[in-house]
Every structure is written in structure tokens, then in C-alpha cells.
């Protein structure tokens, strides 16, 4: 069976991923219902009515039917992903917690959970909790171990070239010309999320031409987002006035022309051409017997064997990577970005050496 690229499947979110070939999809976002548990309307205190989310699909019976649904469509998710895919699930205090409990039980592996702060939240009108000023997204591959996508570099890009972190901050709901409404001025969608949300995700854990499927399409935001970087995508929906929105919405979209070495942004460490540390000790740039720093710490260090292997203090010997690893417990180490070089007062990571090896040997 061909995948429906670039396509909305109109019907039942779980029916659908149950046609749909096993592993066949690079990632998925899913932005469920929250079941917010609304049951009366809300009021300001000038007592305007807040447009609240209180759509039928957002309604459940009990937690207990809430979870069996989550469980139903979690568990066709995990059979059309990739082994090396990933998904991506936004929720509430409401139900992302027990959205992340089934995910567990279900195999996935969290890899982290990612909290959007919202510069512009609903105020808590009553006075009686805290304002909800964030929302919750779990990010997790297929299992324990697992390969997955993960373009580090290019959220560093993102970030002023400083590691991305988990709290998403200089993100707005989606309002203005994003907001997508009917002919009335009324909006199409209750809960449409904004297109750099879904930026940062489809950046982050794809790469072009790669499937992106959303089993809870909406307005179409995954979509629209999975065009202008040259993603495919597949879109669920079952509510008509959504699909003929979202398929309004894309149509609109015209992206630049595909150009891989602009819209590829993999790590160039990877396709660079590789250096063993061996080589920077053998000539010159590094030296025998010389200290080593982990994580700029100064009481942890190494010198540098005549071998190119490096011996700590306390008498462990092994390569960068191994090394740095027990200092992280256990955990992978890139050694070239953990281990520096202390040069009048500056600290130096291993990999600036590399690159200038690289550099003075036209390997660049």
C-alpha cells in the first residue's frame, strides 16, 4: 500500500492509523483532547462569556473512557511509526499526565518533556488557582534504545547558538493573521496552535522528505508547517468544517523551491570528514602527557597517553568518549564537545582542534 502523502483522511483517528501500513511514518505530533472537564460556561468579571473549549469531541464520559481512548489511539500510532521515528504529544494538567503514564505502558521512551510558556495566557477569572501560563509536550521514541532524529545543531541555530532547553518560551498562541476563521470572524478552531510551535518539533525530529502524520489534524497547522520545510505529512480529521479549513489553508502555501543543502540541516559534524583524536595527538596539536578537562571542571581531568588514549587521575584509561561516559554515569558521550584544553586561562573544547585540523588541511 502506497502512504496518502500530503493528504487529509477524513473518519475516526483510530480506524484510520489501522489502515495505514506498519511502519511507515518518520514522526508524529499529536495534539488529542484535553478533556477539560468543562461543564459550565465561564464568565470575566465584567461578566462577558469566555470562549472556552466545550466541543463535543472534548467531552468524555469518565477518565476511565478518556484513557481507553488514549490507549486505542497511542497504540496505533506505535504500529505505523518507524523504529527510528518519534512522536510528539502537546496536553494540559488535565490529561497529560495520564496521557504520559500510557505512553510508558505502551513501550514508548520519554525522552523529554518540553513546556511551552505562553507570554499572553487566560487569566484564572475566580481568583482561585494559579493562571495556566504553559502547556506540555512529551517527545519519545519507539522504545528503550531506540535511533531516532534529533538535529541538534539546528535547534542551537534557533537558540543564538546556545543548546536549546525544554521551556519554550518566545512562543504565542496563535492569534492575528495565523488564526485561521470562518466567514464570520469566528475562529474555525478553539485550540489551534501556533505554526512556531510546530516549527521547533518538525525541525527538530525530522528531516526533508520524511512523513509527518497528525491523527489529530485540526486546522491544519502540522501540515502547513511540514510544507514550507518539505516535509510529507498525512492528516486525520473526522470533522468536516476542520478538513475543508485546513485544505483551504495549504492550498495557499507556496513553498520555495527544495534546495537540500538549505533546507538539510543535519548535524555537519556528521557529514564533515572525520578526524581521530589520534591524528590531533600525532601531529602535534594535542601533546603527550598533556591535562584535559571535563566539562571546563578543573578538578576532573585527564592526560593524554602516547597511544592516544586518555588516563584519569585515579588511574581509568580509555578513549574520550569512554571516559567522559563514566563521568556522565553510564550516560553517551561526545568527547570532543565534553573534554577541553586549558591555554592561557582559556578553555578550548576538542573540537575547535579538530575543525582547525581540518581547516589547515583543506579538509573544509
Given at each position: 500500500m502506497n502512504l496518502p502523502l500530503n493528504q487529509i483522511l477524513k473518519g475516526d483517528c483510530v480506524e484510520v492509523l489501522n489502515s495505514l501500513p506498519e511502519n511507515s511514518v518518520d514522526l508524529i505530533f499529536a495534539d488529542p483532547p484535553y478533556n477539560l472537564q468543562l461543564r459550565n460556561d465561564l464568565h470575566r468579571p465584567n461578566m462577558s462569556k469566555v470562549d472556552a473549549v466545550n466541543d463535543s469531541w472534548d467531552q468524555f464520559d469518565s477518565f476511565q473512557a478518556y484513557d481507553d481512548f488514549t490507549r486505542r489511539w497511542l497504540s496505533a500510532c506505535k504500529r505505523v511509526l518507524k523504529p527510528t521515528g518519534s512522536i510528539w504529544v502537546i496536553g494540559s494538567y488535565h490529561n497529560i499526565f495520564r496521557v504520559g503514564s500510557i505512553m510508558q505502558d505502551l513501550g514508548f521512551w520519554t525522552l523529554n518533556d518540553v513546556l511551552w510558556i505562553k507570554t499572553n495566557p487566560m487569566p484564572n477569572?475566580?481568583?482561585?488557582?494559579f493562571a495556566n501560563a504553559h502547556e506540555?509536550?512529551?517527545w519519545a521514541s519507539t522504545g528503550k534504545g531506540a535511533k531516532y532524529t534529533f538535529n541538534h545543531q539546528a535547534m542551537k541555530g534557533?537558540?543564538?547558538e546556545k543548546q536549546m532547553r525544554s521551556d519554550w518560551w518566545l512562543i504565542s498562541l496563535a492569534t492575528g493573521k495565523e488564526r485561521i476563521k470562518d466567514k464570520n470572524g469566528n475562529k474555525?478552531?478553539?485550540t489551534q496552535k501556533p505554526e512556531s510551535?510546530?516549527?521547533r518539533v518538525l525541525l527538530s525530529s525530522s528531516n526533508p522528505g520524511d512523513v509527518v502524520l497528525d491523527p489529530f489534524f485540526g486546522s491544519g497547522t502540522t501540515g502547513a508547517v511540514a510544507?514550507?520545510?518539505h516535509r510529507?505529512?498525512?492528516?486525520i480529521e473526522r470533522e468536516t468544517k476542520y478538513v475543508n479549513a485546513a485544505k483551504k489553508r495549504i492550498a495557499e502555501i507556496q513553498p520555495e523551491e527544495f534546495d537540500a543543502q538549505v533546507f538539510d540541516v543535519r548535524s555537519?559534524?556528521?557529514s564533515a570528514p572525520r578526524v581521530a583524536f589520534s591524528t590531533l595527538v600525532e601531529n602535534g596539536l594535542l601533546r603527550v602527557g598533556q591535562k584535559i578537562y571535563f566539562a571546563k571542571d578543573k578538578s576532573r581531568f585527564a592526560k593524554i597517553k602516547p597511544d592516544a588514549r586518555i588516563r584519569t587521575v585515579d588511574g581509568v584509561e580509555g578513549s574520550i568518549h569512554k571516559v567522559g561516559s563514566l563521568y556522565m554515569n553510564g550516560a553517551p558521550c561526545n568527547g570532543w564537545e565534553h573534554w577541553y584544553v586549558l591555554e592561557a586561562g582559556k578553555m578550548t573544547s576538542l573540537d575547535t582542534f579538530r575543525q582547525q585540523y581540518r581547516i589547515e588541511n583543506g579538509m573544509v
Open positions: 477569572f475566580r481568583g482561585v488557582r506540555t509536550l512529551i534557533l537558540n543564538d474555525v478552531h478553539s510551535l510546530l516549527y510544507t514550507r520545510l510529507n505529512w498525512i492528516g555537519k559534524s556528521k
